[in-house]
């Protein structure tokens, strides 16, 4: 049996600034992948029509994410960065795996119905297919493995079952085009063209929650900026918001099921280890007994530390876009001759003329 060559593939929605949870939960990720990887990185801009039909800057939003991408040390010479839109072949395999992928499926997706709310009958067919869609970003270069955190997991099983049934429903076609190779998936021998998408977990995906209520996730939608850390956000900005906080009267444990029950006190613990790079654990044992006077203080020179540098040179690289619209256009040229391969053999499979 053969395997699929290792590509990472993941993207980021160009819908608003980008937060400390973007940061540590993906990007920081995609950094220490790159090494030993080949790695593509999207800013998915399609996929924020979903979201918000109509955008005031999405240009700028998705310049913004690429700055995000560069400064945090993402290569884009070594690994391509591109946006979406750039590669019309993502809507093209896309409207295919609509037509593999069966309604029951799509039916069974939370995300849809945590956004589309109780007015399912008002939300976008965008929205309901968007995991398709998501399916389409990864095996348009048949991507093996993809950096998830846990609110995307249930769609990459989804991309698992489009590429399983696209697989056998074109069997004998896979064969005839010469494509596609011998794997085993569970016991069975199956001549796949498209790979089993794997996620990527590096340890314990860290949980950044706001700022200002414990019990939600640190998101871009909040109406109070200071339940956010941004990517674009100054020293003082970030101090400001650490200082406060929301936290309980209580000093910090010294074990960690201390921190049981006290969601606040357990985010910027959780913060700070990410940052350090340290386990919660060993964050404990530096600052058990310490009260949160202390501990704030020090956990602004962190973040300050560890995030100035990316915001100075996001700043920079947007003062004048020329580099990032460089880095995206030849981006864009790589993903599409990478993606024009796989449709190509696509199209004779599915029997397409061309």
């Known amino acids: ?44 801009d399609m996929h924020a029509l979903t979201a918000q039909l109509v955008h005031d800057d999405l240009r700028g939003q998705i310049r913004s994410i690429a700055a995000a991408f560069i400064a ?99 069997a004998e076609h896979i064969r005839k085009a010469g494509v596609g190779i011998d794997i085993t998936v569970g016991d069975e021998p199956v001549h796949a063209y498209f790979p089993m998408v794997e996620p990527l977990i590096d340890g314990p995906a860290p949980r950044v929650m706001s700022l ?43 074990e960690i099921d201390g921190l049981k029950g006290r969601p606040e006190a357990d985010n910027l613990v959780g913060i700070y280890a990410a940052l350090a790079d340290k386990s919660k654990i060993d964050v404990l044992a530096e600052f058990g007994g310490q009260q949160f006077s202390v501990f704030k203080p020090a956990l602004v020179d962190l973040a300050v530390n560890t995030l100035s540098p990316i915001t100075g040179e996001m700043r920079r690289l947007m003062e004048d876009t020329t580099h990032i619209d460089a880095i995206l256009r030849d981006g864009g040229e790589r993903a599409r001759a990478r993606a024009e391969v796989t449709m190509n053999e696509v199209r004779d499979i599915v029997g397409f003329l061309r």
Not at 95 to 114: E, H, L, P, S
Not at 116 to 134: I, N, T, V
Not at 143 to 154: A, L, R, W
């Open 72 to 170: 945090s040390g993402i290569d884009p010479v070594r690994n391509i960065v591109f946006n979406q839109s750039a590669v019309p072949q993502h809507a093209e395999l896309a409207w295919i795996f609509n037509c593999v992928a069966r309604i029951g499926w799509m039916n069974r997706m939370t995300q849809f119905k945590d956004k589309a709310g109780k007015d399912r009958e008002q939300a976008s067919l965008g929205l309901y297919a968007y995991p398709s869609l998501m399916a389409a970003d990864i095996l348009v270069y048949r991507g093996t493995h993809v950096p998830v955190g846990d609110d995307q997991k249930q769609h990459l099983e989804l991309a698992r079952d489009i590429a399983m049934k696209f697989n056998l429903d074109y």
């Open 1 to 44: 049996m053969s395997e699929f060559k290792k590509l990472v593939f993941s993207g980021v929605q160009p819908t608003g600034n980008l937060h400390l949870g973007n940061y540590l939960g993906a990007i920081r990720k995609f950094v220490a992948l790159q090494d030993g990887n080949d790695c593509v990185y999207c800013v998915v």
């Open 212 to 254: 200002r209520d414990g019990s939600k996730k640190m998101s871009k939608s909040d109406p109070s900026d200071l339940s956010r850390i941004n990517l674009m956000d100054d020293a003082d900005a970030i101090s400001k918001k650490i200082r406060k906080a929301k936290t309980d009267p209580d000093g910090l444990p010294s």
